[in-house]
């Protein structure tokens, strides 16, 4: 990615000092575009800090990169420089990391530049959603295309810039993952009136994704969800933000768990180990062996090669929703139940289903600053929303015509065993995680080494032990909630509501403050409404229902 700031290319000047002021300088000579005016920022937008490279996380755009396959340098993990670079006391900063000059200067240098009043070097949308920014001062200066910088606005190197057809795949890879097997069950559980739920959260989804982009585009240097809620709410909203994506991150790796236990005891029900007066049926004994074969892959120094092997996520994910076709419309494997029109009682856990649905926010910024045309965000977001809705409608609808309400909170698990469509889409469904689980849970764990003692930062113990205790305890949670539909309707009512629904359009109505229409505050309004009612409703229910299960 060679454009990380705007469709122009700007390289932040150095700055003597944080608090000094800018003094001011003209440079009246005609034609030359390459100079710009820098004053005294007297902005008052107090909620903004002097720098987001200086705020805890620094490592959410490295780790995310991976995580959705956004291309990006070979990334070294467990006591690299560029950890290194960013450790520091947790509580002695306040959050705030501490970076020496010789080691990573850029990091001084402010990411939101001060305002222009004049001229506005800043990225412009180029969708009509809201009128024209206010021209901003700024301490920058225009390059040409060929000077452009090598690093990004947190002072990491630049990834390559994506095709539209890449990033439609990296869009597809994040939004379409294990949710895709249970919507049969969100059928079951909401009837089919409640499948009428998937494409409200869809479109609803797609316009906040649109949100995230003008957001992005409202000043230079925001590049990061975290970066988003940083410049809406000053740092502690940076803080909350990150704090509920990686939740949302590490909660997922508990569903892989849980779901490795479920099918692999689906494909060895008899198996069973007694060790040391324990015994361990076969649910808990694959929920260990699998966590102990996933264990390796956490501590991998590189995940580079598992981020390129997960865009197989996509074929993954594929594969199994034509297993389930073939099992239906070749081997004639169900459709004996015409199912519920509505089922009003278990339909606030078919709405935390549908939300999980559209879980991939946290990766769409990443997405858009890693176009080599960002024009084509637009395009990317409705492809990849259209062919995954698509998808999750498809296998909804045949998955509830084959089980009707005897359907699983897996698909997987209701497939006869001895069919070889059943047996490809659950190896397939076993294996996908191996490659995912790692991907997944490294954004958190390297949240957590930032937090680290600067003397610690290099050491490789630390990291190690860091990943290996995130990975017990998913297998303690997973343990001890076992249920895969309802953790999963769980994490889509309270966390994807709030990352997919809520916060885009509180950020955006914050940012974009008297630069916006009376419709588009009505929409934001609505969706608001909409994602905490669901949140609400959702979370109750899922929880009551765990605990039901528990007792």
Known sequence: MKNSISEQSFYIESEEEDDEHL??????????????????NNDDETNRPNSLTSAWPQSYRQSMDLYSNV????LHFLGTPSLSRLGSSFFGSSLIRRHTPEVLPSLHKPLILPAEEEKAPHRRSSHGLIPPLHPRKSSIKKIPDIERPSKDAHGLPISNQSTYGQAVVNGMNVLCGVGLLSTPYAVKEGGWAGLSILFIF?????????????????????????????????????????????????????????????????????????????????????????????????????????SYISVGGVIASI?????????????????????TVLNLPTLPVAIGLYGFCYSGHAVFPNIYTSLADRSQF??????????????????????????????????????????????????????????KFALTLSPVAMSLEELLPSKHTKSHVYPILIRTALTISTVVVGLAVPFFGLVMALIGSLLTMLVTLILPCVCFLRILKGKTSHLQV?????????????ALIGSYSALSKIIQSMI
Not at 29 to 40: H, I, K, L, M, T
Not at 71 to 74: R, V
């Open 23 to 40: 003094e001011k300088h003209e440079n009246e000579e005609e034609g030359n575009e390459s100079d710009f005016s820098n004053e005294d």
């Open 71 to 74: 291309p990006s340098p070979s």
């Open 202 to 306: 869809g479109i609803l989804s797609f316009y906040t994704g649109m949100l995230l982009r003008y957001c992005l585009d409202s000043q230079p240097g925001l590049e990061t969800y975290p970066d988003i809620g940083q410049a809406a709410f000053g740092t502690m909203g940076r803080i909350v933000i990150s704090i509920i994506l990686y939740v949302e991150l590490y909660a997922s790796c508990v569903e892989y768990i849980i779901l490795e236990g479920d099918n692999l005891s689906a494909i060895f029900p008899n198996a069973h180990l007694s060790l040391g007066g324990f015994e361990l049926d076969a649910r808990h004994l694959f929920v260990v062996i699998a966590a102990l074969a996933i264990l390796p892959t956490v501590w991998l120094r590189d995940l580079s090669v598992l």
């Open 319 to 339: 594969l199994v929703v034509l297993c389930l076709y073939w099992a239906g419309l070749v081997d004639h494997v169900g459709f004996e139940s015409k199912g």
């Open 378 to 435: 637009p395009a990317v977001l409705l492809t990849s929303f259209g062919l995954v809705t698509l998808l999750y409608g498809g296998t909804a609808v045949l998955g509830y015509l084959m089980f009707g309400d005897s359907a699983e909170s897996q698909f997987t698990l209701n497939l006869p065993k001895g069919l070889m469509a059943s047996k490809v889409a659950v190896w397939t469904t076993v294996v996908n995680p191996f490659t």
């Open 522 to 534: 009505t929409i934001c309004v609505f969706i608001i409404t909409v994602g905490t009612a669901s």
